[in-house]
């Protein structure tokens, strides 16, 4: 159903902010709350026109939006450490989470404590800190920075997007819109990342 069609909402400043579907897209549009930055390439019949539906939409106003922690999970723990095994390097998805201060010893399940292992250095240093156990961690773990993009999954993300999300494609933006450059879009990929996107 057409209505249902995704749409990327850009914040004034061009910074992704959500995704929603036509219908509210286009009573956001209607209101004047926002603009169209890209089509769909579909059209919808109203009682007294077609209507081009909208791919992109920007809003007209700036919206706050703060900025919240990344949950503690084995998922973005192997991120953060780069699915590598933070004592031998070894890169693989075979990956174990280890505390380096051992729960038994006191120590926290926080992510200054939690790092990715592979499954025989978590067996080498078992419950040991990793002084005593010989080994040494490649970097200290850190909590990460907070990642306002944390709701674009690759797989929810269209392609004629990735010309305003600069941190999940390369490719310059007429390539990546088959020679069409609609305008403005060569603005989000300076304003998502001057305003701090990765």
Not at 33 to 61: C, F
Request: net charge positive.
């Amino acid at each position: 159903m057409l209505t249902r069609q995704p749409v990327l909402v850009l914040n004034q400043n061009y910074q992704p902010l959500n995704i929603c579907d036509v219908r509210r897209a286009v009573s956001l549009m209607g209101r004047g709350k926002a603009e169209s930055l890209l089509t769909s390439g579909h059209l919808l019949r109203s009682p007294s026109a077609w209507h081009e539906l909208p791919a992109v939409i920007r809003l007209v106003y700036l919206v706050k939006r703060p900025l919240h922690r990344r949950r503690l999970s084995r998922r973005e723990v192997f991120m953060r450490d780069g699915l590598r095994c933070l004592y031998c390097g070894a890169r693989t998805r075979d990956l174990t989470l280890d505390h380096v201060m051992p729960r038994s010893q006191g120590g926290a399940h926080s992510w200054d404590n939690v790092v990715s292992a592979c499954k025989s250095c978590n067996h080498r240093k078992a419950g040991r800190t990793p002084l005593q156990a010989g080994m040494k961690l490649l970097i200290e773990p850190r909590e990460p920075r907070p990642n306002p993009y944390a709701f674009f999954h690759a797989e929810r993300v269209q392609q004629s997007w990735r010309p305003f999300l600069p941190w999940l494609d390369d490719t310059p933006v007429a390539g990546a819109l088959n020679g069409a450059t609609p305008a403005g879009a060569l603005a989000p990929r300076v304003g998502a990342l001057a305003a701090g996107g990765d």
